[in-house]
């Protein structure tokens, strides 16, 4: 496999034309994590979903790994499949932390990752519903509608 620009502009534009995948998907997970905590979150839009696309693959260094990660889950299959949970499951992971952003965005992603995809059974090869959970995961984790992370945190320390 080579990234090159061209290559991430290819998987820039595949994950972006998902929307009507992810942005369901995203919504679903969102309404699963809101019942079990007993909040309110907003949903997604695709127009939403989609600026988040732009703005992850705007940063070189984010979009060339998110590319990475994405083509190597497009790709990725295993004889059974089950010898190969290991492997589409640590690529998810790493996928979800890397769209959603440093911590504790990205700990949250990889979490949700795990609610995302024991809902998902995308056809094709083995990382595919993978793929599908970590682009929702990383994702909803980076949009907003969660109350606690809009306006200021409680817990930061102002300059005196």
Do not use: K
């Not at 034309?17 to 949903?43: E, H, K, Q, S």
């Not at 998110?66 to 996928?95: C, H, I, K, M």
């Not at 992603?109 to 090869?125: K, L, M, P, Y």
């Amino acid at each position: 496999m080579e990234l090159s620009p061209a290559a991430v502009r290819d998987e820039y534009e595949w994950v972006r034309d998902r929307a009507p995948t992810i942005v369901p998907l995203i919504n679903d997970t969102r309404a699963r994590l809101g019942d079990a905590f007993g909040v309110d979150v907003a949903p997604v839009t695709e127009r939403q979903y989609r600026e988040a696309v732009a703005d992850v693959f705007a940063d070189g260094a984010r979009g060339v790994n998110v590319a990475g990660y994405v083509a190597l889950l497009r790709t990725l299959d295993v004889t059974d499949d089950y010898p190969g949970f290991v492997v589409d499951e640590v690529l998810g992971r790493e996928l979800a932390a890397t769209v959603a952003g440093g911590q504790p965005f990205a700990v949250l992603a990889q979490a949700t990752f795990h609610v995302a995809d024991i809902q998902t059974n995308t056809e094709g090869a083995a990382g595919a519903d993978d793929l599908d959970a970590a682009l929702a995961a990383g994702f909803q984790t980076r949009l907003p509608g969660w109350e606690w992370t809009e306006g200021e945190s409680p817990f930061a320390v102002g300059n005196d």
